[in-house]
Structure formats: structure tokens, C-alpha cells
């Protein structure tokens, strides 16, 4: 790989569209982010055919604002796991434009890119991930719970049986009347409210790392149909303390059973300050390390996908084999040349 080489990252899988450049798998050079919140926000929550036209619309324009004047190298995009519609509008843009410039294309695992999002220091790409690792993708779209032996090996321990974190955050929202985005509003709730007020259930599936929240949902729903004066704060704290307990208590024994010294923490649940700073506290008490992605780029962005396709190369030319691919998220994480 050559000095200061461009890698333009493209990310379209659920209501961001995003265009970024990474320089040299060191430093943020551009990151342009649309956001459909906007398009959803009524909905209160991700409308599949609403995010592809919107996808459609603006990424032509997200890319050139990204890529400027600059020169290019490789093309990344996320190819999955995502929404269709919005996977073929990036595939599309990215194998268009790494075919009229005539440079590789990289298929990029979306969750991969939540992951090594855990890397960046402002714009800077600081390597502060150490493996092998136990990594929680918390996110609207995704809850997965991932050994990482080294960048390129994974194992998916367990995921979601039904909502994703980031999705029950937004239904209890809904239930109580708040706007979506409902993470960081009913956070915001639970501030004044009793995290012990209300007893919902922890739901920790023994034998499996699989996660299930909605029982949760549902205990919220039965509370609120159940009790006429209930108290809005209160309802937000007890919810998020039981998520918190239920995602805290798996990933760290997920870190135990594995013998990991480090945690990596991304998606967009993983601004939530509740669960940091109880899943620093956890992990500090087991002598464990644990990485949060930085709050800015904890949501859908393009350049954690550059920075997860320069993992690839940089994994690549370390072992001088090709990418490794020990399981199955995605049968497009390779590296495709058309040359
Ligand atoms: O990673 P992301 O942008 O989208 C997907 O890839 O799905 O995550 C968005 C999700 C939404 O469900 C939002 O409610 C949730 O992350 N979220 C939060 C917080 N901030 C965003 N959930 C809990 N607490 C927060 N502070
Ligand atoms: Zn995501």
C-alpha cells in the first residue's frame, strides 16, 4: 500500500447516507453524513421504503462532497447486513465509481465497521482496540455479541432473537409519547426518575449469548395500560436500567467465559451514558479494559467502513494471505479487484 493512500468508505444500510475519505488508515480527511431522522421521525421509526428513495436521492451528492478534488486508491462500501433497498444503492454508487476509476472495490460488514469505529480518536485513527476481544454492537438495526481473535477473525457469539437495543429504546419512546430518535430522550427521562421504581424483567438467556428485549417492551406496555398515573421518568430509569443490567452482565460474562482482557462497545446504544458507565465500572472490578466508541461516530457513518476496509489491506499484507473469513456474516467480505 502505498503512502497517504485514499480509501472513499460508503455507508447506505439503514437511514444514514454517508461518504467519507480516510488518508493512509490514519487520519479522517472527510465525512459527510445525511440523516433521514427527518423522513422517519413521524413514523417513529426506520421506513424501509422511505430510507431507499432517500438513499437514492442523495448519495450521488453525499459522495462528490466527500471525495472533492481528491485523489482515490479504493473504494469501501458496506454490503450488509442492512435494509435491500439501501444495500443496492451503495453497491451500485460504489461499484460504479471504483469501476470508472479503475480502482479495487471492498465489501465492508457493517457491524465490522461498528467495531473499529472504537479506533478512531477524533479524527485520528489511534489502534486502541487490543485482541483477542469480546465486542457488543449495540444499535437500532443490530444487538450482536462478537469474539474478535484479530482483525478479519470473528466469531458471532449471539444476537438478537427479536428488537435490537436501539429498537426497544425507540418503541418504549413511542409508548410514552416521545420523539424518535427514543434513545437519548428517554435517557434524558430517566435523569429524574427511580432506576429501582419499577421491576422489569432482566431477560438473560442462560446457555445462549443470544439477547431477546421484547419482553421488556411488552412489560413497559402492560405497566403503562396498567397504571393510570404512571410516572414518565420513572418508567425511563427502570427501562434502562434493566437494559443496561441485561447487556452489562452478558457481555461481561461473554469477556469471562473467553478469557478477554478488553471490550469494545459501538452503534448507536453506545452513547448511552448509563450503559458506559456501568460497563466501565463492571469491567474495571474484573481487571477488563473496555473500548467505547467516541460519541460522534457511534451512529451509522461512512468512515468507519474506510477504516474497517483498511483494516482488511493492512490484516492482508501483515499475514500476506488473503483476507480470512472463519465465518459467515457476510459472503461479500473480500477484497475484488477488476484488474
Ligand atoms: O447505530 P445507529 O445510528 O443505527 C443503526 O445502525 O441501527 O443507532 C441508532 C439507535 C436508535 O435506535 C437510537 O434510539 C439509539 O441508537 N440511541 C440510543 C442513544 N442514542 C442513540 N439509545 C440509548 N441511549 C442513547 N443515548
Ligand atoms: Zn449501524
Same mark, same amino acid.
Given at each position: 500500500m502505498k503512502k497517504d493512500f485514499m480509501i472513499l468508505g460508503i455507508e447506505s444500510t439503514c437511514d444514514e447516507t454517508s461518504a467519507a475519505l480516510?488518508? *493512509? !488508515?490514519k487520519e479522517i480527511v472527510t465525512n459527510v453524513i445525511y440523516?433521514?431522522?427527518e423522513e422517519h421521525k413521524k413514523y417513529h421509526g426506520v421506513v424501509p421504503e422511505l430510507a431507499s428513495r432517500a438513499h437514492a436521492a442523495k448519495i450521488a451528492t453525499v459522495i462528490k462532497e466527500a471525495l472533492g478534488n481528491h485523489p482515490l486508491d479504493y473504494v469501501a462500501f458496506a454490503s450488509g447486513p !442492512?435494509?435491500?433497498g439501501g444495500l443496492m444503492v451503495g453497491r451500485v454508487a460504489a461499484e460504479t465509481l471504483a469501476q470508472f476509476k /479503475? #480502482?479495487?472495490?471492498i465489501g465492508v460488514n457493517h457491524l465490522e465497521g461498528h467495531?473499529? &469505529?472504537?479506533?478512531?480518536? *477524533?479524527n485520528e485513527v489511534k489502534n486502541r482496540l487490543k485482541f483477542p476481544l469480546v465486542a457488543l454492537v449495540v444499535s437500532g !438495526?443490530?444487538?450482536e455479541l462478537w469474539y474478535v481473535k484479530d482483525y478479519g477473525q470473528?466469531? #458471532?457469539l449471539g444476537r438478537t432473537r427479536d428488537d435490537a437495543a436501539g429498537e426497544a429504546f425507540d418503541k418504549v419512546a413511542k409508548l410514552l409519547g416521545l420523539p424518535y430518535p427514543g434513545g437519548p430522550q428517554v435517557s434524558k427521562q430517566a435523569l429524574n426518575g427511580r432506576r429501582d421504581g419499577i421491576a422489569f424483567p432482566r431477560p438473560l438467556l442462560p446457555g445462549t449469548w443470544d439477547f431477546s428485549f421484547s419482553g421488556i417492551k411488552t412489560a413497559v406496555s402492560y405497566y403503562l395500560r396498567d397504571h393510570k398515573n404512571f410516572s414518565i421518568p420513572d418508567v425511563c430509569a427502570s427501562f434502562e436500567q434493566a437494559m443496561v443490567d441485561t447487556l452489562v452482565t452478558k457481555t461481561l460474562k461473554a469477556a469471562q467465559k473467553y478469557k478477554v482482557h478488553h471490550i469494545a462497545v459501538g452503534g448507536g446504544v453506545a452513547a448511552n451514558t448509563l450503559l458506559r458507565e456501568q460497563m466501565q465500572q463492571a469491567a474495571a472490578a474484573q481487571k477488563i479494559e473496555v473500548h467505547f466508541v467516541e460519541r460522534k461516530l457511534s451512529s451509522d /457513518?461512512? &468512515?468507519?467502513?474506510a477504516l474497517a476496509a483498511y483494516q482488511k489491506l493492512a490484516y492482508a499484507e501483515k499475514t500476506g494471505r488473503p483476507f480470512q473469513r472463519n465465518i459467515t456474516i457476510d459472503p461479500n467480505m473480500q477484497v475484488r479487484s477488476w484488474k
Open positions: 480516510l488518508r *493512509g !488508515g440523516s433521514q431522522i !442492512g435494509l435491500p /479503475n #480502482v479495487p472495490l467495531i473499529f &469505529a472504537c479506533d478512531f480518536e *477524533g !438495526g443490530h444487538t470473528y466469531k #458471532v /457513518n461512512a &468512515a468507519m467502513i
